[in-house]
Structure formats: C-alpha cells, structure tokens
C-alpha cells in the first residue's frame, strides 16, 4: 500500500502542470497570434465606420488571450474569448480646456499682445465654469470575438437583422443614452426572424484548427441615443460577417 501511494505521489509531480483534465494542453498564444486576434478586434471597430460626428476616441483597451485548450489527439484548440473596450468623447474636459488656453496665452505674450493675453484669461474663466456644469458626453465600445452571447430578443427592440446578423436595443444604461448589442454569426443567427433568443454558444462547442479562428462577434455600443443609434445603423455587416472563420 506504501509503494501504491508513492508512486501515485511520483505521478502528481511528474505530470505538467498545464495538463488539462480531459487529457488535452493548455496551450500558449504565440505573439504573432495574439497580435492577429488583435487586429481583428481593430477590424470590428474599423467595420463601425467613422464614429459620429465630434466624437474621438479617447482610450482603448484590450483584453488578449494568452493560452488556449489544446487537444493534442485531435491537433485543435478550444476558443477563448477576446475583447477591447474604447471610449470617445465629444467636447474637451476642464484640463483640455486649460491645455489649449495655454498655448494660445502663451503665443500672444510671444508677440507681446497682452490685450489678447487678458481677453483669453477671460474667456477661460467663462468657458470653465461652463465646462464645470456640463459633462463631457461619452460614447463606449465594447467588442468581443468568441463570446457566448445569451440574450432574449424583444420584439420591439430590433434595430436591424439580416443573415447571420442582429442588432438589439437593451435595457439599462443611462438617461438619454441607449445601448445597443449588435450580434454576428452566421450558424447560430442564420435565420434571425424565427429566433426569440440569441444564444451562440453552441458556435463555440467544437474545437478549432487555430487559436486566431473567429465563429462569433458580438459589439455593445453605450451613449447618447441619437448618435449611438445613428452609428449602429451604419455598420459595415458584411465586413465583419467576413471575419468569421474557422
């Protein structure tokens, strides 16, 4: 009985510690495959078009996979999901106001100006206290490839669909703001008009031939209901159903 214990002890230690428990590895993601997940995330934002009119992005973050299931019977890899988040604003906070203040003040003391000099502080002053009582308006951007998107459809709150495409208005978010979650996947979404529920999970229940392999898009735009709604209407489907492989 000793000996049986110590060589299942000698066992434990001996197997890798990145042994899956159905038998497959848990794979690393290469650098020249995180940066293809990467640009298909950039691909998905580029396929929104031009945000709406002055709105700039104002910061961005990406969520990369670093290792994926790997079944080395089978030489295919489980998908993991990946995302980023950017957020755009219109207009320009206290401290961006500042910024460019000073760089004019700055030029008219270099020519000597000093009437320009006092009628820009002025106008600072007016034009912090208004930025004071105004937020700045904000739009975010959620994309992700390879999410198990699960959402009942209401009705009412279809903003567009064709094949293997839907976009819904959801609930929460808000006063004046909208959030709409555009869903793309070819199987699952093929025939969105007899559906009542996205649900894409079963597009991620098969292994895959490469770790940069896409079976599902989903993108969540948050922000004012006007322009949000503008901008989700004038998104390049076609372009983003073609990043759809594997």
Known sequence: MRNLLLLWAVLFVAVPGHLV???GLDDPVARDESLAIKN???AVLE???APPV????AAENYDLPTSMGFDKAAGRFWLVEAHADFEF???MSGEQMAQEYQKKVMAAQAKGDYAEVQRLASELQQGMAAAMGAEMSKIKVTARLNNHAHQAIDPEGV????GGAIALRLEGGQPGNVRIMLAFDPKSLADTKTLSLISLG???TESAATKTAVRTVVVEIDGPQEAVTAWANGVDKGRILALIKG
């Not at 002055?54 to 992005?57: E, L, Q």
């Not at 903003?159 to 064709?162: H, S």
């Open 21 to 23: 428990a159905d038998g």
């Open 40 to 42: 298909n995330l950039k």
């Open 47 to 49: 396929a929104l078009g």
């Open 54 to 57: 002055g709105y700039a992005k």
């Open 89 to 91: 604003t219109s207009g």
């Open 159 to 162: 903003v567009w669909e064709t």
């Open 202 to 204: 079963p597009s991620l």
